[in-house]
């Protein structure tokens, strides 16, 4: 079991960057696959970058490729994402989430663990 933990939110202005991370718990923090969803208000939580236990393959979503960057690091149990050239399409509570499956979804059934969210908020 793994417990994740966000930090890195915040209102930002568009154009502008921002550094999210996830702390995970637990010894076995490489042998799961690791995403960032988002959830916007009004709208259904959507896959936003994903990565798999060696951080080796990723996957993003079509908005955000060239803009946003996911990593981690097994020695220190923690994933991040690197987000760059901020619009307000991009608010959004953010979720890290982590998967025991090799191979990366998109999907959240296979997620399951979640953490509790961090708010980004754009302004244009």
């Known amino acids: 079991q793994v417990q994740l933990v966000e930090s890195g939110g915040g209102l930002v202005q568009a154009g502008g960057s921002l550094r999210l991370s996830c702390a995970a718990s637990g010894r076995t923090f490489s042998s799961y696959a690791m995403a960032w969803f988002r959830q916007a208000p009004g709208k259904k939580r959507e896959f936003v970058a994903g990565?798999?236990?060696?951080?080796?393959?990723?996957k993003y979503t079509d908005s955000v490729k060239g803009r946003f960057t996911i990593s981690r690091d097994n020695a220190k149990n923690t994933v991040s994402l690197q987000m760059n050239s901020l619009t307000p399409e991009d608010t959004a509570v953010y979720y890290c989430?982590?998967?025991?499956?090799?191979?990366?979804?998109?999907?959240?059934?296979?997620?399951?663990?979640w953490g509790q969210g961090t708010q980004v908020t754009v302004s244009s």
């Open positions: 989430a982590a998967s025991a499956v090799i191979v990366v979804f998109t999907t959240e059934s296979y997620y399951a663990y």
């Open positions: 990565l798999n236990r060696s951080g080796g393959s990723t």
